[in-house]
């Protein structure tokens, strides 16, 4: 008898348990995503910048290139405001390893940026997606006045 109810609990529990990860797989395909276009500022280096939710609520920032510069690392900022209205960065982003051709980083479960008084706020994906902000795709850690690719994010 003891050992029929066991075997019943088990069962119970094993049920409950693949319910739970079917129910943590249907979760994760419900996370979103946003892409924005990058334009060329240098040698036709246009590209995109994808924001993607995390299950934590924190989000990922992915840049991409079509044109990067061989052997070397560009450098990439997010910015509060707008390209034209700029404001103080945000956030330094994942440096882009050129290849001469498409290269791309990402910076991954980010969940704070800096405001233009210097204060930290939290962020989450949806908040992000509603701030002004926008990205710069600089040439090189050398050369960080001159910049390869441009654009707008969020609610700009």
Known sequence: ????????????????LSLTVISCKKDSNNLRSKTYP??????????T????ENAD???NIKVLVDKSVKDTLHLVKLYSG????????????????????TASAETA???QIKLPDNSMK?????????????????????RGDSLIAKG???SN
């Open 1 to 16: 008898m003891l050992t029929k109810k066991i075997v019943s609990m088990s069962l119970l529990l094993g049920v409950g």
């Open 38 to 47: 990058l334009t060329a500022v240098y040698a036709g280096a246009t590209g």
């Open 49 to 52: 910048v994808t924001i993607s």
């Open 57 to 59: 609520k924190s989000f």
């Open 82 to 101: 707008s390209l034209t209205t700029p404001n103080a960065i945000a956030l330094p982003l994942s440096t882009i390893v050129g290849t001469g051709n």
């Open 109 to 111: 479960s980010i969940k």
């Open 122 to 142: 939290n962020v989450t994906y949806d908040s992000i997606i509603n701030y002004k902000a926008f990205i710069k795709v600089f040439h090189s850690t050398f």
């Open 152 to 154: 707008n994010i969020g």
